[in-house]
Nanobody, 117 residues
Framework: QVQLVESGGGLVQAGGSLRLSCAASESIFSLNTMNWYRQAPGKQRELVASITRGGRANVADSVKGRFTISRDNAKNSVYLQMNSLKPEDTGVYYC???????????WGQGTQVTVSS
């Protein structure tokens, strides 16, 4: 059972920055694409950014140019750098991935991001 632990959320004013971290309990080489999702109050969970095992990154159009996803294989960690934050970025941010071997899906507990106007 892989554990994913997110950290770095908080309250920030619009225009500010936050860096989210997701630490995996085992080598991320054994895991598939690493994803960041978010869920705003009353809305469905949406994919924000992904990074493949080979390091290819993608971000949603709504955050393009403001958010960057990266990974540190040595630390079994994935990061989401969020700049120029907007109130609509408010939500709970979740780390997600799958096992390469079993395809079992794993989620972190989430970290709250609140952007005030």
């Amino acid at each position: 059972q892989v554990q994913l632990v997110e950290s770095g959320g908080g309250l920030v004013q619009a225009g500010g920055s936050l860096r989210l971290s997701c630490a995996a309990s085992e080598s991320i080489f054994s895991l598939n694409t690493m994803n960041w999702y978010r869920q705003a109050p009353g809305k469905q969970r949406e994919l924000v950014a992904s990074i493949t095992r080979g390091g290819r990154a993608n971000v949603a159009d709504s955050v393009k140019g403001r958010f960057t996803i990266s990974r540190d294989n040595a630390k079994n960690s994935v990061y989401l750098q969020m700049n120029s934050l907007k109130p609509e970025d408010t939500g709970v941010y979740y780390c997600n991935t799958q096992s390469v071997l079993t395809l079992a899906e794993f989620w972190g507990q989430g970290t709250q991001v609140t952007v005030s106007s």
